[in-house]
C-alpha cells in the first residue's frame, strides 16, 4: 500500500511533467495541424539554457529559469518562422514538415550531446532539494513545484485562451481556419504565437526534470512522443483533455509498474494508448473523430 | 409530385433524414423521391443544407434519423465505398481530383478492377489481370472521348483548364458505371461558353440511362436541365415539383434571393 | 579490401530491402511509419530462433519471419489506420517502443541485450553461404525479389488506388475504394518483406542483439527513402548506398567514436531538413512526377 501511495505521487509528477508537454503540442497541433516533433528538440533545448544560464553565466536560479522558457519560446517560434512558414510557402505536403520536424529534432539533439556529451548536466536546485515526507511518501519540493507550475500553467492557458484577444484568435483558428480568415484574423502571426506558447509550456517541463535528475540530450524525443500520445488520448483539439491525458499518462506509467515489472513501463503506456484507439479514438474529450474530414 | 414519370418507381427515395451540428439542424426531416433517367435538380440559398444531404447519402457523415434507400433497398449508414458499389457516386464542389496522376488514370481509378486490386490475383492470376487492365484502358479511353478529353489522357491532371477539370470529375464519376450520379455544383466557376460544353453533357449522361441529383444555384440552369426540382431551406424540403412551378412561386423566389 | 566491399554490398542489400519495403508506405501510401526498425528485429529474432530452436533452415525462416512481420503490424495497423492518418505516427512509435522492450525484457526468449548468437547460416541447394561474396549473391536475390514485388504491386490498379489514397482518400471513397483496408493490406506486405530483411540479417552476422533495432534506425530507413526518393523503386536504393557510406566516410576522418555517432545522426537530420527545403521528392524523384503507366 505505502508502495502504491509512493507510486501514485512519483505518477503525479511525472504525470505533471507530461501535461505541461502535451498542453504545449496539443495548443500546436490543434491550431496548425503540424505534427511538430521538433517540440521535444525545444523541450531538451530548455533543460540546456538553463543549466548554461546557472552554470556557465552564473546566473541565480530563477533568473536562469525564466530566462531558458523565454529562449525556448523564442526557438519554438523561430522554428515556425524559418522551418515551417518557410516550407508552406514552397507549397510543402504535410508530410514534408513533418519530416523536416524530424531533421531537426534529430540534428538538435545530436548537436546537444555532441556539445554537452551525453552524460546527465546536473544543475543546483539549492533549497528545492529538500526533500518533504507525508506519510509513507517521500517526494521533494520540486516535485511539488512540478506538480503546481502544471496547474497553474494550465490553468493559465485557460484563463488566455477563454478572456484575451488573442487567445480568441486562437480558438477561432482551432476551430476553423478558413472561418478565421475571412474574419480578417492573420494566421501566420497566430501561428506563432501559438508555437511561442506552447513552446513556452514544454520548456519548464524540460527545465523542471534538468533541475531533478540532469539535462540529456535525448529526452526530448521520448516526451514529445509521449506528449501526442497524452493529446491523443484526451482528445485532440480539447485542453482538458490534453491535461488529463498527460496526468493519466504519467499515473498509468507508474501505477502499472506497482504489479508489473518496471522494464515494461512503456509498453504499458503503449497497450493501453492502443486500446483507446480501439474503443475510444477520440480520446476523453475529443470532437467524434470520422474517418472522413470533410 | 409531378405526374411525368408515374410509371417509375423511385430509385432512390429519402425519408425523414436529419443531421444536426451542435446546435445547428443541417437537415431536419428530409423527404424527396429522385425519379430513375430524370435530371432532379437541389436548390436552395446557401447553407439550405445541400451537400449535406450529398454526404449523408453517400456516407460520408451520419444521419441522425431517416432512411435512404437506393432501388428498395437501404443504404444510409453504409461506408461510402460501399454506397459506391450500389451504385451512388457523387462529384465534390472542390472537385478532388488526384492531380499529380494523368487525366487517364483519373478515369482508371474509377473503373472496376477488381483483379488488379486484390494483391492475390495480381500475383497469382497474371494473365487475367492484364487482360482486364487493357480492358479497363479502353473502357477509359472510351469514357474520356464521352467528355471531350480523349487526347488529353497522357497529361497530368493538375494541367488541365479548370473547365476540363470538371469535365474530368465527372468523367471518373462516370467510370464507376453508377446508375445515380449526384453532381455538386458542376458548373460553378464556369464562364458561359463552358456551361455550353457541360450542359449537353449531363442531357446525354440521361440518355444513356443514367439518373441525375444536381446541385446547383443557377437558376437559369435549372429551368433548362432538370425535369424536376427540389427545394431546400435551412434543412427542410420546402417544395418540389417541376422547375418552371418551383422558379414561379414568388414565396421561394424571397426564400432563395434572401431576405 | 574485397572483403570489405562485399560486407558493404551486403549491407545494402539488406537495406534495400528495408528502403523499398518501407518506401511502399510512406512514399506510395502516404502512411508515415517510425517501426521499421521493429519489424526488421522481429524479422531477425522470429527466423533467428526457429532456426535456433526448432532448427529450421533459413528459407523456412524467412517465411515464418514475414509472416510475424506482417501480422505483428496488422494488430496496430488494424484498429489506428481507421482514423485520421497522424494517429498511425503515434501508433507505429508505440509499436516500435513495446517490441524493443519485448526484445530487450522477454530474456527468456530473446537472451535480452545479450542476444542471440551462433545462428546458422544459410543453405542453398546443399550449398553453404558462408563467404561474403556468396552472401552478396543472396543479398542481391532477395533485394532483387522485393523489387519485383514492389513493381508489381505498384504498377497495376492496386498501385493506382495507393497513389490516388496518398493524394486524396476522401476523393478515393467517394470512388469506391475501401480505404482502411487498402492500407492494412499494404502495410502487411510492407511489414512482411522488412521482416525478411531482418531474416538475411540475421544469417548473416550470425548475432543479434536489441541494439541494432531501434528507433533511431526506424529514422535511418526512413532517411534511405526520403532521401533516396520516393517516387522512383530505385531511389530507395539510392538512398542505401549513399548513406550507408556516410559512417564509412567518417571513419575515414579519423573521428573519434564518441563524436562519430552523434555526428552521423547530425548529418542525416541536417539532409532531411535540407532535402525537403531544396528536393522533397529525393535524389531520383522527378521534380513534377508526370503520367505514369
Redesign the interface.
Known sequence: MDLLLQLLATGLVVGSLYALCALGWGLIYGTTLH?HVAHGAVFSLAAYFAYVGQKLLHLPLAVAVVAAILAAAAAGLLIDLL?YQ??ER?G??R??????S??????????L??VF?PDPMRMDIGVLDTSLIIGPVFVTYLHVLTVVLAIGGYLALVVFLKRSRWGQAIRAVSSSPEMARTVGIDLKRVHLLTYAIGSALAAPAGILVAMDVGAEPFRG?RFV?LA??AV?MGGIGSIPGAMLGGLFLGLLENVGIWQL?S??Q??IS??V??LF??LR?RGFFGRK?Q???? | MSDSAASAQPILSLQGVSKAFGGIHAVQDCTFDVTPRLITGLIGPNGAGKTTVFNLI?G?LRADAGSVRFKGKEILGL???RV??KGV??T?QHL??????????NV???C??P?????LT??LRPGR?RA??AA?HERGMQVLEFFGLADRA???AEDLAYPEQKLLSMA??LA?DADVLLLDEPTSGLDTDSLGRIVPVVRRLVERGKTVLLIEHNMELISQLSDEVVFLHQGRVLARGRPAEITRDPALTEIYFGV | MAAYLAHYLVMVGIYTILALSLNLL?GYS?I?SLAHAAIYGIGAYASALVALKLGLGFWGGLVVAGAVGAFASAL?AI??L???G??Y???S???Q??IL??F??WTSLTNGHAGLPGIPRPTVLGYVIDNPFKYVVLAAALAGFTYA?CH??TH???G??L??IR??????????????L?KI?ITS?SSALGALAGSLYAHYITYINPTSFT?EES?FI?SLV?LGGTERLAGPMVGAFILLAVPEALKFLAIPD??AA??R??I??????LF??VR?EGILGRA??????
Not at chain 3, 268 to 273: D, N, S, V, W
Open positions: 505534427f522551418l518557410q516550407l514552397r510543402a505536403f508530410t514534408s514538415l513533418f519530416i523536416a524530424l531533421g531537426l529534432l534529430i540534428l538538435t539533439e545530436n548537436l550531446a555532441i556529451t524525443t512522443l501526442s500520445v491523443i515489472p522494464e515494461w512503456s509498453a503503449f497497450g494508448f492502443l484507439i480501439v479514438p473523430v474517418s472522413a474530414e470533410l | 453517400t460520408f461506408a461510402p465505398h459506391e458499389a457516386v457523387r465534390f478532388r481530383l488526384w492531380g499529380k496522376m494523368s487525366v487517364l488514370e482508371l481509378v474509377g472496376r478492377s483483379l488488379g486490386e486484390n494483391v495480381l500475383f489481370v482486364e487492365e479497363a497522357r497529361e497530368v471518373r464519376m464507376t | 510512406i502516404g508515415f496496430v484498429p489506428s481507421r482514423v485520421a497522424d494517429y505516427i503515434v501508433a512509435f508505440g509499436l517502443t513495446v522492450t519485448v530487450i525484457n514485388v508489381r504491386l497495376s490498379a492496386f493506382r488506388t497513389r490516388a493524394e486524396d482518400e476522401i476523393a478515393a471513397q467517394a470512388t469506391g475504394k475501401n480505404v482502411v487498402v493490406v506486405i528507433l529514422i526512413a526520403i564518441a563524436v552523434p555526428m545522426q547530425i542525416y537530420g541536417g539532409l532531411l531538413i525537403m527545403f522533397p513534377r512526377p508526370g503520367a505514369k503507366q
